[in-house]
């Protein structure tokens, strides 16, 4: 028990003196038998009193201190840091919020705000006399990042990492790097293709010596925590040794009598069993897709690299954190969503990118030939009725880019864009504006009126009631619409129910803080980057990667972490393992351990938060909760019901 | 339901429209507009509609007419996409759909096929006089004939027929019910408005620009009367001859202005001149010249002498009257006046 407590009771201007009397709170804590000295101040929190509480501290050897103030999501760090430059460990620092708690509550009872006033600093007194001196937790860290996903967000950070000093296992569970970026070409502000992206990022990961990329890889278990991460990743085998000679490649695509649609053109195309994406894809060295192979033979006999022995591997890795970019899905529509697999001529936004791509002087879909086209927004966005109530911010851009590159490539062509509203948003203002010049039409409604694609004998026509033109139903004969499809997560989420990365409503992974936190998670160690966490261009991801890569070496860089030392503590002596507390803990700090022929709970410590969860399920009381102890806490609700 | 036609806009620029495709819909111009109200609001619907297409909701418009063109809209545009000459584009396209005879959009449409015209009709006027060997008599007893000839043909040829297509496609094409007692009832409207054009004093810019008009209008008019039935070149009476004097300098002072406005550009009605445009007040300038001084030359009895003077007059009277009357800018006097008495029909309809 502490004798030499120092308490400072604060007026805070008027706020707090004009309702409590601060000299009778004063005079009533000077009698505690602990307390050595008891001030008020007119500021605690002015300078000139932080110096005389750093001097009393110092010079009386006071081995507590409590401020009256206001509430510690104010100051309390504020007071705490007086407290360490004075010598006192900060845990011997107790924070006593009289202001939101008595006189700013209580303005219409002075009496009475006093007397809580009173109460309430007499139990952090309490408090400061069973505290104890806490130094934070010291663990080891892997100066090593595991970053999932090599698309654009994923080697960007990952070459970020290593420049910065990490060692970077970088895992694509694709054979082939570059993700969604691959898939476009030219991209709007820079008019580089996305395959030239990807090629600079690609070439600059593999060129230092600290990124080791794995395809086909994925992890699969998961222990540790942050600093000490232990993964354990299968890696699939390619089917090949080497690329195959010259021109054999060609060959054996050729002779491969497997087709399956082509996952990388949303299926517009189709593909053999022995693929790669384009000529020039990284790496480069195509791949035998086991799943549709019927192993005939036939490409062994012209490309001598095939080989059919390749097997799964595992490979246990260690680092000190984990940083997502495993991207998103572009949304899949319903059936007869506005048509779509009902009406010939509708496809989606991605599908009709990779037309463009594949079609040279002129637009042709099934065989036809394309000239008006019509856009509908927001399919699997801004849902009314489905989850989807998020804008997936990077659509209307895309759309209007790729309606000018339609419009220049080929003849004749017209655009049609129906639409709730472009958002269009900064930089990318200035392409609906050429757009518009070059005389595309927009057609704009709310969402309780929807365009409506319907088939009139042989032609596909697009209504709708335009609110631009005083709610005129137009019409337009579409040889082709193309639904805007937004983002939506991964649908394989495996790596995030592995991980335990939270999601949002929108079940993107989640931040800590939107604004403040953007790329942490409640996970220690594993961070988020790219459109994983929710709809981003190109430069937001770009953005967010770099943030995730600073913020997952800024954990490790040091060599160690030093982590909060208020966690849970487990008596082993009482405690008699029933997994209770393992039920409750939301962040599996607690394993079963044998302890002497016992088994009994033990804390992780670099994983447990100190929320407490655990402390009220334990049925034999085993369970202290180090800064809010029983004794401490019982203390205060001593000191609070208390009548002097 | 109306069917997207994003070829119309081509059309309609080959009418002198501007930038129209670049309206981003914001209604700013229908804002500022003084004359635009609740149930004629313009000109962001006539934008709209050209952007679109829509040209049987053009046809049946009388928006158009209704917009006396102060340069507002365009001033304040944000995307400069040029309202106001959209809507003066879109006067020239409903004559040009008026007329049954097409010739109106032709020339609208090229300069080349308007010079043409000029040229083959004042070839066919100097063909005429070495016909009548250059006989001054002859040729102002036949110029007279003619002015005759020319005001009844056209009106019941060519701008009677146009004005009965007019009517079918702003009243019966819509189905506009109208009772018969409605159209003498608005018939004054139409009087009013086709001698005073009144409603340019709603527009927010400075009036003289509508007393400038007005006396040219009414100038015109009277010389129009001077000459023809009061056969001005012909007459003994002082009164008759100064008369044709002040009228003929009036047209010409005025239209020069207008001319000097147009070169210069200052106003917002100014600074887009189509060629048509530039034809209708060139045009009234020299009639109204070369009637000034074929009248000067008779009383200093030196016509005879110079009967090339009179063949200046009778070739720019003819290009006038069988070129710029039924298929120019003429009109404009005519379906004016005629979209205000429709337009009350409209009203009187609805309540």
């Given at each position: 028990?502490?004798?030499?407590?120092?308490?400072?009771?604060?007026?805070?201007?008027?706020?707090?003196?004009?309702?409590?009397?601060?000299?009778?709170?004063?005079?009533?804590?000077?009698?505690?038998?602990?307390?050595?000295?008891?001030?008020?101040?007119?500021?605690?929190?002015?300078?000139?009193?932080?110096?005389?509480?750093?001097?009393?501290?110092?010079?009386?050897?006071?081995?507590?201190?409590?401020?009256?103030?206001?509430?510690?999501?104010?100051?309390?760090?504020?007071?705490?840091?007086?407290?360490?430059?004075?010598?006192?460990?900060?845990?011997?620092?107790?924070?006593?919020?009289?202001?939101?708690?008595?006189?700013?509550?209580?303005?219409?009872?002075?009496?009475?705000?006093?007397?809580?006033?009173?109460?309430?600093?007499?139990?952090?007194?309490?408090?400061?006399?069973?505290?104890?001196?806490?130094?934070?937790?010291?663990?080891?860290?892997?100066?090593?990042?595991?970053?999932?996903?090599?698309?654009?967000?994923?080697?960007?950070?990952?070459?970020?990492?290593?420049?910065?000093?990490?060692?970077?296992?970088?895992?694509?569970?694709?054979?082939?790097?570059?993700?969604?970026?691959?898939?476009?070409?030219?991209?709007?502000?820079?008019?580089?293709?996305?395959?030239?992206?990807?090629?600079?990022?690609?070439?600059?990961?593999?060129?230092?010596?600290?990124?080791?990329?794995?395809?086909?890889?994925?992890?699969?278990?998961n222990s540790g925590s942050v600093g000490n991460i232990s993964l354990k990743v299968k890696v699939s085998p390619r089917h090949?040794?080497?690329?195959?000679?010259?021109?054999?490649?060609?060959?054996?695509?050729?002779?491969?009598?497997?087709?399956?649609?082509?996952?990388?053109?949303?299926?517009?195309?189709?593909?053999?069993?022995?693929?790669?994406?384009?000529?020039?894809?990284?790496?480069?060295?195509?791949?035998?897709?086991?799943?549709?192979?019927?192993?005939?033979?036939?490409?062994?006999?012209?490309?001598?690299?095939?080989?059919?022995?390749?097997?799964?591997?595992?490979?246990?890795?260690?680092?000190?954190?984990?940083?997502?970019?495993?991207?998103?899905?572009?949304?899949?529509?319903?059936?007869?969503?506005?048509?779509?697999?009902?009406?010939?001529?509708?496809?989606?936004?991605?599908?009709?990118?990779?037309?463009?791509?594949?079609?040279?002087?002129?637009?042709?879909?099934?065989?036809?030939?394309?000239?008006?086209?019509?856009?509908?927004?927001?399919?699997?966005?801004?849902?009314?009725?489905?989850?989807?109530?998020?804008?997936?911010?990077?659509?209307?851009?895309?759309?209007?880019?790729?309606?000018?590159?339609?419009?220049?490539?080929?003849?004749?062509?017209?655009?049609?864009?129906?639409?709730?509203?472009?958002?269009?948003?900064?930089?990318?203002?200035?392409?609906?504006?050429?757009?518009?010049?070059?005389?595309?039409?927009?057609?704009?409604?709310?969402?309780?009126?929807?365009?409506?694609?319907?088939?009139?004998?042989?032609?596909?026509?697009?209504?709708?009631?335009?609110?631009?033109?005083?709610?005129?139903?137009?019409?337009?004969?579409?040889d082709l619409v193309v639904l805007v499809t937004g983002m939506v997560p991964r649908q394989d989420n495996s790596i995030g129910?592995?991980?335990?990365?939270?999601?949002?409503?929108?079940?993107?992974?989640?931040?800590?803080?939107?604004?403040?936190?953007?790329?942490?998670?409640?996970?220690?160690?594993?961070?988020?980057?790219?459109?994983?966490?929710?709809?981003?261009?190109?430069?937001?991801?770009?953005?967010?990667?770099?943030?995730?890569?600073?913020?997952?070496?800024?954990?490790?860089?040091?060599?160690?972490?030093?982590?909060?030392?208020?966690?849970?503590?487990?008596?082993?002596?009482?405690?008699?393992?029933?997994?209770?507390?393992?039920?409750?803990?939301?962040?599996?700090?607690?394993?079963?351990?044998?302890?002497?022929?016992?088994?009994?709970?033990?804390?992780?410590?670099?994983?447990?938060?100190?929320?407490?969860?655990?402390?009220?399920?334990?049925?034999?009381?085993?369970?202290?909760?180090?800064?809010?102890?029983?004794?401490?806490?019982?203390?205060?609700?001593?000191?609070?019901?208390?009548?002097? | 339901?109306?069917?997207?036609?994003?070829?119309?806009?081509?059309?309609?620029?080959?009418?002198?429209?501007?930038?129209?495709?670049?309206?981003?819909?914001?209604?700013?111009?229908?804002?500022?507009?003084?004359?635009?109200?609740?149930?004629?609001?313009?000109?962001?619907?006539?934008?709209?509609?050209?952007?679109?297409?829509?040209?049987?909701?053009?046809?049946?418009?009388?928006?158009?007419?209704?917009?006396?063109?102060?340069?507002?809209?365009?001033?304040?545009?944000?995307?400069?996409?040029?309202?106001?000459?959209?809507?003066?584009?879109?006067?020239?396209?409903?004559?040009?759909?008026?007329?049954?005879?097409?010739?109106?959009?032709?020339?609208?449409?090229?300069?080349?096929?308007?010079?043409?015209?000029?040229?083959?009709?004042?070839?066919?006027?100097?063909?005429?006089?070495?016909?009548?060997?250059?006989?001054?008599?002859?040729?102002?007893?036949?110029?007279?004939?003619f002015e005759m000839l020319a005001i009844g043909g056209v009106f019941l040829v060519i701008l009677l027929p146009n004005l009965?297509?007019?009517?079918?496609?702003?009243?019966?094409?819509?189905?506009?019910?109208?009772?018969?007692?409605?159209?003498?009832?608005?018939?004054?409207?139409?009087?009013?408005?086709?001698?005073?054009?009144?409603?340019?004093?709603?527009?927010?810019?400075?009036?003289?620009?509508?007393?400038?008009?007005?006396?040219?209008?009414?100038?015109?008019?009277?010389?129009?009367?001077?000459?023809?039935?009061?056969?001005?070149?012909?007459?003994?009476?002082?009164?008759?001859?100064?008369?044709?004097?002040?009228?003929?300098?009036?047209?010409?002072?005025?239209?020069?202005?207008?001319?000097?406005?147009?070169?210069?550009?200052?106003?917002?009605?100014?600074?887009?001149?189509?060629?048509?445009?530039?034809?209708?007040?060139?045009?009234?300038?020299?009639?109204?010249?070369?009637?000034?001084?074929?009248?000067?030359?008779?009383?200093?009895?030196?016509?005879?002498?110079?009967?090339?003077?009179?063949?200046?007059?009778?070739?720019?009277?003819?290009?006038?009257?069988?070129?710029?009357?039924?298929?120019?800018?003429?009109?404009?006097?005519?379906?004016?006046?005629?979209?205000?008495?429709?337009?009350?029909?409209?009203?009187?309809?609805?309540?």
């Amino acid at each position: 028990m502490k004798k030499k407590i120092g308490v400072y009771v604060c007026h805070c201007g008027g706020n707090i003196s004009d309702y409590v009397d601060v000299e009778k709170v004063r005079e009533e804590i000077e009698k505690d038998e602990g307390v050595f000295l008891a001030k008020t101040t007119m500021f605690a929190c002015a300078d000139s009193n932080q110096k005389d509480m750093v001097t009393d501290i110092a010079e009386k050897q006071l081995d507590g201190a409590v401020v009256a103030s206001c509430s510690p999501k104010l100051h309390l760090l504020t007071f705490s840091a007086v407290a360490e430059r004075a010598g006192l460990n900060k845990y011997n620092y107790i924070h006593a919020n009289i202001r939101e708690q008595a006189s700013w509550a209580h303005s219409d009872d002075k009496v009475g705000a006093t007397e809580k006033a009173i109460q309430i600093v007499k139990a952090a007194v309490a408090k400061v006399k069973r505290s104890n001196a806490l130094e934070p937790i010291r663990v080891e860290a892997t100066n090593a990042v595991a970053v999932v996903g090599a698309g654009v967000a994923g080697l960007r950070s990952a070459i970020e990492l290593a420049e910065s000093g990490s060692q970077v296992y970088l895992i694509e569970r694709e054979f082939f790097v570059g993700g969604r970026v691959a898939q476009w070409d030219d991209l709007f502000v820079s008019n580089e293709t996305g395959k030239e992206l990807i090629t600079r990022l690609y070439d600059k990961a593999m060129n230092h010596k600290n990124i080791t990329l794995f395809t086909g890889a994925e992890i699969v278990e998961n222990s540790g925590s942050v600093g000490n991460i232990s993964l354990k990743v299968k890696v699939s085998p390619r089917h090949m040794k080497l690329n195959c000679d010259e021109g054999n490649l060609e060959k054996a695509i050729e002779v491969c009598p497997v087709e399956v649609p082509d996952k990388f053109n949303f299926n517009i195309t189709t593909r053999k069993a022995i693929y790669h994406n384009f000529p020039g894809e990284y790496p480069q060295l195509p791949v035998i897709d086991m799943e549709h192979c019927t192993r005939c033979g036939e490409c062994e006999k012209v490309c001598k690299n095939v080989d059919f022995s390749q097997q799964e591997e595992f490979l246990n890795i260690k680092v000190g954190s984990v940083l997502l970019a495993t991207g998103y899905d572009p949304y899949e529509p319903k059936n007869d969503e506005f048509g779509y697999k009902t009406i010939d001529n509708v496809v989606t936004l991605p599908q009709f990118k990779r037309l463009v791509h594949y079609c040279d002087d002129k637009l042709v879909y099934k065989g036809k030939e394309v000239k008006n086209i019509a856009y509908i927004y927001c399919v699997g966005s801004r849902q009314v009725d489905g989850e989807n109530k998020y804008c997936s911010r990077y659509c209307c851009t895309a759309t209007i880019h790729a309606a000018i590159t339609a419009k220049k490539k080929y003849k004749e062509i017209y655009n049609f864009h129906f639409n709730r509203g472009i958002r269009t948003y900064g930089k990318q203002e200035v392409l609906y504006d050429e757009s518009s010049r070059m005389g595309d039409i927009y057609l704009q409604s709310f969402e309780d009126h929807p365009p409506v694609v319907s088939k009139v004998g042989d032609k596909t026509m697009v209504t709708i009631k335009d609110i631009l033109t005083a709610d005129k139903t137009l019409e337009v004969e579409a040889d082709l619409v193309v639904l805007v499809t937004g983002m939506v997560p991964r649908q394989d989420n495996s790596i995030g129910s592995l991980l335990k990365v939270p999601k949002g409503r929108d079940n993107f992974f989640n931040e800590i803080h939107m604004k403040l936190r953007p790329v942490e998670t409640v996970i220690d160690g594993v961070t988020i980057a790219g459109a994983s966490q929710g709809p981003k261009n190109i430069m937001e991801s770009m953005n967010s990667s770099l943030a995730a890569a600073t913020k997952s070496f800024s954990l490790i860089a040091a060599g160690e972490l030093a982590l909060s030392p208020t966690i849970a503590k487990i008596d082993a002596d009482n405690c008699e393992w029933c997994g209770k507390c393992d039920d409750a803990c939301p962040f599996s700090a607690l394993t079963k351990t044998d302890v002497n022929g016992k088994q009994v709970a033990v804390v992780n410590e670099a994983v447990c938060k100190g929320c407490g969860m655990c402390m009220p399920v334990c049925p034999s009381n085993a369970i202290e909760l180090i800064g809010y102890t029983d004794d401490q806490i019982e203390s205060m609700i001593d000191a609070l019901v208390s009548t002097h | 339901m109306a069917r997207i036609n994003p070829k119309f806009t081509k059309e309609l620029q080959s009418y002198g429209a501007f930038d129209t495709n670049a309206c981003y819909n914001c209604g700013n111009c229908t804002a500022v507009c003084s004359l635009s109200d609740e149930d004629n609001s313009f000109p962001r619907k006539m934008v709209r509609y050209s952007v679109l297409g829509l040209e049987s909701e053009i046809e049946s418009s009388l928006e158009p007419w209704l917009c006396y063109y102060c340069g507002d809209c365009s001033a304040t545009c944000p995307r400069e996409a040029e309202p106001g000459e959209l809507m003066m584009s879109l006067r020239r396209y409903l004559t040009s759909k008026y007329d049954w005879t097409g010739l109106s959009g032709m020339l609208y449409k090229s300069l080349t096929t308007s010079i043409i015209a000029f040229v083959l009709l004042a070839i066919g006027v100097i063909w005429f006089a070495a016909e009548q060997n250059f006989m001054p008599e002859h040729l102002l007893h036949y110029g007279h004939y003619f002015e005759m000839l020319a005001i009844g043909g056209v009106f019941l040829v060519i701008l009677l027929p146009n004005l009965f297509r007019m009517w079918n496609m702003v009243i019966r094409k819509p189905k506009v019910k109208v009772p018969i007692s409605a159209y003498f009832k608005s018939f004054s409207e139409l009087i009013v408005h086709m001698f005073t054009q009144k409603r340019t004093l709603g527009c927010d810019d400075s009036q003289t620009r509508w007393f400038e008009h007005l006396i040219l209008v009414i100038g015109y008019l009277s010389l129009l009367f001077t000459t023809v039935f009061l056969d001005w070149f012909a007459t003994d009476s002082s009164f008759v001859l100064i008369l044709g004097y002040v009228e003929s300098v009036i047209i010409f002072s005025v239209t020069f202005i207008f001319m000097i406005g147009r070169v210069n550009k200052k106003t917002q009605q100014s600074k887009n001149s189509h060629p048509s445009d530039w034809f209708f007040v060139i045009w009234l300038f020299l009639m109204g010249l070369s009637a000034f001084v074929v009248r000067l030359f008779i009383d200093l009895d030196i016509l005879e002498t110079n009967i090339w003077m009179y063949l200046i007059h009778l070739t720019v009277l003819v290009q006038w009257a069988l070129i710029i009357v039924p298929f120019g800018k003429w009109t404009h006097f005519l379906y004016r006046s005629f979209a205000m008495y429709f337009e009350k029909l409209k009203s009187l309809s609805a309540s």
